[in-house]
């Protein structure tokens, strides 16, 4: 009769690496260190997850100023440029309704175009004054908030 021999082997764990690698930074003169050098960086991640309950009623407001070396530059890029692909021609292609230069109180480089889809209703605005390009674009603003929102910021350029 043969004889059985058992052999257990140990289950034996091996990480490679360190899971808490406590302070191990990256060697270098820094005066200026902070105290808590990791509490913005390192911090618990989650899923991000859908957006619910935005408000489509809530009224949003996006000004682009460019400002050009000098004010014949700028006055050719209102005529003849475009920037984030908004131009007078684009303006009027949609067919609504448009107020061009001195009517928009904004210059005599100036068009403003408000109109509504689906129920929310836009204002947009490019003018050129002095050296700066601007434009506006007003979601969930009426026609008359939009053109004095638009003056507000025609007044900041000096």
Not at 9 to 23: A, D, L, M, N
Request: hydrophobic share 45%; proline share 5%.
């Amino acid at each position: 009769m043969a004889g059985v021999l058992a052999m257990v082997f140990p289950i034996v764990t091996i990480i490679e690496g360190q899971f808490f690698s406590g302070s191990n930074l990256a060697p270098g003169h820094n005066p200026y260190l902070p105290l808590d050098i990791l509490g913005v960086a390192v911090r618990s991640a989650t899923v991000i997850e859908e957006a619910g309950r935005v408000p489509a009623h809530a009224a949003v407001d996006v000004p682009f100023v460019v400002q050009f070396k000098d004010e014949t530059t700028a006055a050719s890029g209102y005529t003849n440029g475009q920037i984030f692909g908004i131009d007078r021609a684009m303006l009027k292609a949609n067919g609504a309704p448009v107020t061009e230069g001195s009517k928009t109180g904004l210059g005599p480089n100036s068009i403003a175009l408000s109109t509504s889809i689906l129920a929310q209703s836009f204002y947009i605005a490019v003018w050129q004054n002095k050296t700066f390009m601007v434009i506006l674009g007003i979601i969930n603003f009426d026609s008359a908030t939009g053109q004095k929102v638009s003056d507000a910021e025609n007044k900041r350029i000096k």
